[in-house]
């Protein structure tokens, strides 16, 4: 490497288990903690950067994103790629961090200690983020968010009889989502639903439908006009359950969040699916989440969104 590069700084590589102690020690002289991950359960180096004050960089993506935000840490662009790892499964994906962002966030924090001003804005980043563990990563935090949520679990009405089930989605067209929503509503017992299909404007009248959905409308179309004749809709439906089928093609996050956050349907659990996991990759990373978060914070006990079928 150095033969390749005659300026490279000094690298230690350390590739074994250390004691907590010398762990410690180089929390203590490290100027920067740097993780360009392609994927976490939850980081815990990153909180541990946290609680050392020192500044973490990382990506903008991922377990870790429960804490770090653009106010205690500094986030690095990613874009989908196959997966590499041991994980073999076809389709898998991981985010690989953008090489162009991670150099330029390291060199804006290597500039920032160049300059008191700079210096003095750095450290109030990485205070923040110490006060982050303290408020939000305690044991006594976790312990009182379980109390929480299975308070609201407990206080709930029970769950109706026989739910309204919206499914959102192409509808008995030539269309592979369509072929996919074709097969869940016949895996459950006739009766203990009541299904309706909100499909595009090409979905076939009532009478060529199957027993499986009792009703099926022609709900909406590519367009801004269409999508919301959908939310329209799906509100004077008042389901219980939303479930969304979709891709890149179909709708865009914007159109999502204006269904999941909409108050007249916050009472609705929703799953929403995309066709399949490289659609992400037609998104920018900042997209889905700056269109869902305010849905997410929420709605976080009662919706999900799962990108991949």
Request: glycine share 6%.
């Amino acid at each position: 490497m150095r033969a390749k590069h005659p300026r490279l700084a000094s690298l230690t590589f350390i590739d074994k288990d250390i004691p907590d102690k010398e762990l410690l020690e180089l929390y203590r002289r490290a100027d920067a903690l740097v993780l360009p991950t392609r994927g976490e359960g939850f980081n815990m180096p990153a909180a541990e950067g946290f609680a050392a004050e020192i500044p973490v960089i990382t990506t903008r993506g991922s377990g870790h994103l429960d804490f770090c935000d653009d106010t205690n840490s500094w986030l690095v662009d990613y874009r989908f790629e196959p997966s590499r790892s041991h994980v073999a499964s076809a389709g898998s994906v991981w985010m690989e961090p953008d090489h162009a962002d991670l150099v330029r966030t390291m060199r804006q924090l290597f500039e920032c200690s160049r300059t008191s001003a700079a210096g003095l804005r750095v450290r109030a980043r990485t205070e923040r983020a110490a006060r982050v563990v303290g408020e939000r990563l305690s044991t006594e935090h976790w312990f009182a968010g379980v109390d929480t949520i299975a308070d609201r679990l407990l206080q709930s009405p029970p769950p109706p009889r026989k739910p309204r089930v919206a499914w959102v989605s192409t509808w008995r067209t030539q269309c592979g989502i369509a072929e996919y929503l074709a097969l869940p509503p016949r895996a459950v017992r006739p009766g203990r639903v009541r299904d309706r299909s909100f499909g595009d404007q090409r979905t076939p009248d009532d009478d060529s439908n199957p027993a499986a959905i009792r009703f099926a409308t022609a709900s909406w179309e590519h367009s801004a006009e269409g999508w919301q004749r959908n939310l329209i809709n799906l509100i004077s439906f008042d389901p219980h359950v939303i479930i969304v089928h979709t891709s890149g093609d179909c709708s865009g996050p914007a159109d999502l969040a204006a269904m999941v956050t909409d108050p007249r349907l916050a009472s609705a659990a929703v799953i929403i699916t995309l066709h399949n996991t490289r659609e992400i990759e037609t998104f920018s990373p900042r997209e889905p989440r700056r269109h869902l978060a305010s849905g997410c914070a929420a709605r976080r006990a009662s919706w999900s969104i799962a990108w991949t079928i």
